[in-house]
């Protein structure tokens, strides 16, 4: 995660990371997740690695949490280590960044397309381009199954 120090935005390069929620350590539940946030205006990372060893994520600049609606900036970006790391920031088109509730988070969107999705119980994800980032798909495939996720937040 150190390469991914020099992407964020420069108020946070030189802040201390914690560990907010992992599937090692607190099960398999986007519910979870949602409860083991940090404060609304604290960043989250969240890495996800998935059955195929890619590593790829998503930086929110406010916590991720359960919405009826779009939220978050334009500092959100999607990455990816395939095999050296890719940022792909927001392109300006819409303001589709993170989007959940209890069945579904997003980051991304437009034209029915997620830059990345994850299923409720984190079991099951995808990745597609979208307008937001105009990203490349951050898995081999559209679809795949995690292996470990871990969001990290600002103490």
């Known amino acids: ?13 030189q802040q201390p990371w914690h560990l907010l929620y992992s599937t090692g350590r607190d099960g398999f539940s986007l519910r979870t997740l949602y409860r083991s946030g940090a404060r ?5 990372l969240l890495f996800i690695r998935d059955t195929e060893a890619q590593a790829f994520g998503a930086f929110s600049a406010t916590a991720i949490r359960s919405s009826s609606g779009f939220y978050g900036t334009g500092e959100t970006f999607l990455f990816s280590f395939c095999p050296e790391l890719k ?11 993170v989007n959940g509730d209890v069945n579904l988070l997003m980051v991304g969107g437009g ?6 999705w994850l299923d409720g119980d984190l079991h099951h994800g995808g990745s597609q381009p979208c ?3 105009n ?4 898995s ?7 292996q470990d996720l871990e969001m990290w937040g600002l103490a």
């Not at 609304?40 to 989250?44: E, F, K, N, V, Y």
Request: include cysteine; aromatic fraction near 14%; glycine fraction near 8%.
């Open 1 to 13: 995660m150190p390469q991914l120090g020099s992407q964020l935005p420069p108020r946070l390069i």
């Open 40 to 44: 609304p205006d604290s960043p989250a």
């Open 87 to 97: 940022v792909f920031r927001w392109t300006g088109r819409n303001d589709f960044f």
């Open 111 to 116: 034209s029915g397309r997620f830059g990345l």
């Open 131 to 133: 307008e937001t980032f």
């Open 135 to 138: 990203n490349e798909t951050l």
């Open 140 to 146: 081999q495939q559209e679809e795949f199954c995690v």
